[in-house]
């Protein structure tokens, strides 16, 4: 038979309570005490049943993810930092796709609750967040900022402002958006657009609604968006698509009209997508995966007693070739 939490217990000279705690990271317990457990454990080779510990602790052992969607790039690579933490402490992870409804159906609080540790939210509106902690366990929201909760979030308004003065730094005058019709008062398509125009604001451009069309957020509406742009009568010599996958569209509209990304139209986009890269797209990324790693954590964290705190992580500007210079004021067929 194995080394059970009765043997730590007795050697260690504690109560069996006192080496759950200490092994599982729980308040209360002294620094010293928990030190002198954890050297027992590992001297006797003491591997705690995951099970067991769950029991103890009165614990499902499970965190829930909130989310619209399940295919998109932004998403999954969160979810894969969020499923890196929860694995690393033998925890489960249970998905609640919703869909990218304006007004999504969320999973009901009767539901959760008495199955999940915690909720982590991941980029909904900040009311449907503010409601899934009504479940009464450790919430996380990436993606908007919640008072007294944990969050994860970057400054929306500074990548914005970030990819467009980028562009004016490069002489563009007429430059396109490629948006979202996402009306909702916190969502990041909002936050951005907010960035777009003031760095038109402060560079003394005016905002040409002409040169504004809706991507939805997906690759085939950034393609669809950048073709209604091109035919304008005067097309923009510059686009800043809010994410990378709207501006991965619109490089494909780009070249079937029969124009090269970067040296006939220059695009931006935001996200740092995997294939931003490959593709040479310029882009103000975000670090995806880290934010589901911080997220779980947080969440990890108010099991043990810590304050929920928000979190903003940094962006970073990946100029590449889908940017360059303004040509010579020229007339463009």
């Known amino acids: 038979m194995g080394i059970t939490i009765r043997d730590v217990a007795r050697e260690a000279g504690v109560s069996t309570a006192t080496v759950s705690r200490a092994l599982r990271g729980l308040p209360h317990v002294d620094p010293q005490t928990r ?100 479940i009464g366990v ?16 970057i400054d929306d308004v500074e990548a914005a402002r970030t990819a467009t003065a980028h562009l004016i ?44 069309a809706d991507g939805g957020f997906t690759v085939d509406g950034g393609e669809t968006a950048m073709a209604a742009l091109l035919a304008r009568p005067e097309r923009p010599t510059a ?18 009209h029969g124009l090269r990304p970067g040296q006939d139209v220059a695009l931006i ?13 310029s882009t103000v990324a975000q670090p995806v995966a880290d934010m589901g790693r911080i997220a779980a954590e947080q969440v990890l964290g108010q099991w043990r007693g810590d304050v929920p705190v928000p979190v903003r992580v940094p962006t970073t500007l990946m100029a590449r070739g889908s940017t360059l210079p303004a040509p010579d004021p020229v007339a463009l067929g």
């Open 169 to 212: 730094s490069l002489g563009h005058e007429r430059i396109g958006l490629i948006g979202s019709g996402d009306v909702a008062t916190d969502s990041a398509g909002t936050w951005r657009m907010a960035g777009f125009r003031a760095a038109m604001e402060e560079a003394g451009i005016p905002v040409d609604a002409r040169l504004q």
């Open 269 to 281: 986009g935001i996200d740092g997508h995997d294939l931003s890269g490959l593709l040479d797209l």
């Open 35 to 134: 030190e002198h457990v954890a050297r027992v454990a590992a001297e006797l080779d003491y591997v705690a049943s995951a099970n067991a510990s769950r029991l103890a602790s009165g614990r499902q052992g499970t965190v829930a993810v909130i989310t619209p969607s399940l295919s998109r790039w932004f998403f999954a690579t969160v979810l894969s930092g969020i499923s890196e933490v929860l694995q690393a402490q033998d925890l489960d992870l249970l998905v609640h796709s919703i869909g990218d409804a304006p007004s999504p159906s969320l999973p009901g609080e009767r539901r959760l609750r008495g199955r999940v540790d915690g909720v982590i939210a991941v980029a909904l509106p900040t009311p449907d967040a503010r409601r899934l902690g009504s």
């Open 138 to 153: 450790p919430l996380s929201v990436i993606g908007a900022t919640v008072p007294a909760v944990a969050s994860v979030t």
């Open 239 to 256: 686009v800043f698509a809010l994410a990378d996958e709207m501006a991965f569209g619109a490089m494909r509209s780009l070249r079937r």
